[in-house]
Nanobody, 123 residues
Framework: QVQLVESGGGLVQAGGSLRLSCAAS????????MGWFRQAPGKEREFVAA????????NYADTVKGRCSISRDNAKKTLYLQMNSLKPEDTAVYYC????????????????WGQGTQVTVSS
C-alpha cells in the first residue's frame, strides 16, 4: 500500500532549525511530484513547498521562502524539508504529499498524503 511517513518534527526554539523527512513506499516515487503542507491549530491547511519529479524545479510559499529548502533523494525514496530560522508561526503539523502530475504550483490536489509530524517553535 502507499505510505508516506513523516519524521523529524519536534520542539525547537525560535531561530532554530529542523530537517523533516518523508519516507515513501508503495508507488513509483520518482514519477511523482512531491510537496510539503502544514496546518496550524484552528487554521486551514496551507502549501509550504513543492518539488518536481527530478528535483530540478521547486516552489515555495512566500511565508517560508529564504528559510526553507525542499529536496528529494529518488534513490532513497525520501523527501526532505530543511527549515531554518524557525518562527513561532511555523508551529503546525507538517504533511508530505505526492502527485502523479508533475506540477509544482501551490495546488492542494495531491494523490497521496502522510499522517503528519508536529513542529512546535517556542518563543
Amino acid at each position: 500500500q502507499v505510505q508516506l511517513v513523516e519524521s523529524g518534527g519536534g520542539l525547537v526554539q525560535a531561530g532554530g532549525s529542523l530537517r523533516l523527512s518523508c519516507a515513501a513506499s508503495g508507488f513509483t516515487f520518482s514519477t511523482y511530484a512531491m510537496g510539503w503542507f502544514r496546518q496550524a491549530p484552528g487554521k486551514e491547511r496551507e502549501f509550504v513547498a513543492a518539488i518536481s519529479r527530478s528535483g530540478g524545479g521547486t516552489n515555495y510559499a512566500d511565508t517560508v521562502k529564504g528559510r526553507c529548502s525542499i529536496s528529494r533523494d529518488n534513490a532513497k525514496k525520501t523527501l526532505y524539508l530543511q527549515m531554518n530560522s524557525l518562527k513561532p508561526e511555523d508551529t503546525a503539523v507538517y504533511y508530505c504529499a505526492a502527485r502523479f502530475e508533475n506540477v509544482i504550483t501551490p495546488t492542494h490536489a495531491y494523490d497521496y498524503w502522510g499522517q503528519g509530524t508536529q513542529v512546535t517553535v517556542s518563543s
